[in-house]
């Protein structure tokens, strides 16, 4: 069964830079499109960035572009999620998503 693992989060001042990773199995990772999303809290759970099966494509929301950057190495069934420039309001759990299925998140909290 397809199961999404994602890590790499924690307490970073605001301005600071984090990488996310999501290490994905059960499932033919090159050829799925994958996606983050994020939800803070008292929040629904809102697109972050999207990137096609060759990583060829990505799109983003507005509130995160310019300043993140979605990728992904198909030799290593992983996507990752560079942030630069985090704000107060980037803090939440961020997922990653694919066929259908949700990793359980990790917390990303941006404070002074």
């Known amino acids: 069964q397809v199961q999404l693992v994602e890590s790499g989060g924690g307490l970073v001042q605001p301005g600071g830079s984090l990488r996310l990773s999501c290490a994905a199995s059960?499932?033919?990772?090159?050829?799925?499109?994958m996606r983050w999303y994020r939800q803070a809290p008292g929040r629904e759970r809102e697109f972050i960035a999207f990137?096609?099966?060759?990583?060829?494509?990505?799109n983003y929301a507005d509130s995160v572009k310019g300043r993140f950057t979605i990728s992904r190495d198909n030799t290593k069934n992983t996507v990752y999620l560079q942030m630069n420039s985090l704000k107060p309001e980037d803090t939440g759990v961020y997922h990653c998503y694919a066929g259908a299925s949700w990793g359980p998140g990790t917390q990303v909290t941006v404070s002074s």
């Open positions: 990137i096609s099966s060759t990583g060829g494509s990505t």
């Open positions: 059960g499932f033919t990772f090159s050829t799925y499109p």
